[in-house]
């Protein structure tokens, strides 16, 4: 049965490490389904809550290269069912994913929610598109508010996607995760500072 993200990474080398590992035949007489071609609901809402993610390219030289991407939550939009696009922030101006998307536009993508050990994997061709040129779709990845500067659109076309196991993923929360559960810890030191200095203020008259 199709598996989408692996028939597209199965080559003889990988076909010969599963083997040497025992595991070959069980890939031969995978029977689920794993197509993952078209995001879906779940797949949606993961995305739109993501505020970074993991853009994996590769050089002419044949050096991979792995970028993190981050912004606002949702700024890596999902477009339709086989589309992404994010605006392109200004960085350290290397253009190392630039360079190498011109000579191959193949990526991989590793989206991550720790706090929840979530993690997608997408397999995409990527366009790099002028501002100018497409200014509806420059409206799409627009992110008011947000201090950057925007130099390109990224357009991600979806060849295969997958989840992973939770496995392995250490969890980690981000500030904006743990404002919720700190709060009330918060109102509780607030109401002991309140009572001790309303006891101390009582023990200093008796005093007096």
Same mark, same amino acid.
């Given at each position: 049965?199709?598996?989408?993200?692996?028939?597209?990474?199965?080559?003889?080398? #990988?076909? $010969?490490?599963?083997?040497?590992?025992?595991?070959?035949?069980?890939?031969?007489?995978?029977?689920? #389904?794993? $197509?993952?071609?078209?995001?879906g609901e779940d797949e949606a809402a993961f995305i739109a809550a993501r505020d970074s993610f993991y853009m994996a390219t590769v050089a002419e030289n044949g050096w991979p290269y792995v970028q993190h991407r981050g912004g606002p939550p949702g700024f890596l939009r999902l477009i339709d069912e086989r589309t992404l696009a994010f605006a392109d922030f200004r960085g350290n101006r290397q253009y190392i994913s630039l360079g190498n998307l011109r000579a191959n536009d193949r990526a991989a993508l590793f989206l991550m929610d720790y706090a929840r050990q979530a993690r997608l994997k997408i397999l995409a061709r990527v366009e790099a598109r002028d501002l100018a040129a497409d200014p509806e779709l420059a409206g799409k990845v627009a992110t008011p508010g947000y201090k950057a500067r925007i130099e390109r659109v990224y357009v991600l076309h979806l060849e295969a996607f997958d989840w992973n196991c939770s496995q392995h993923i250490t969890a980690r929360f981000s500030r904006a995760e743990l404002e919720p559960l700190l709060e009330p810890v918060r109102r509780r030191v607030r109401q002991l500072q309140a009572e001790n200095a309303a006891l101390r203020e009582k023990l200093g008259a008796f005093g007096a």
């Open positions: 049965m199709p598996y989408g993200f692996l028939d597209a990474m199965t080559t003889p080398s #990988l076909k $010969a490490a599963q083997e040497a590992n025992g595991v070959r035949e069980h890939w031969d007489r995978f029977e689920g #389904l794993r $197509a993952f071609d078209r995001f």
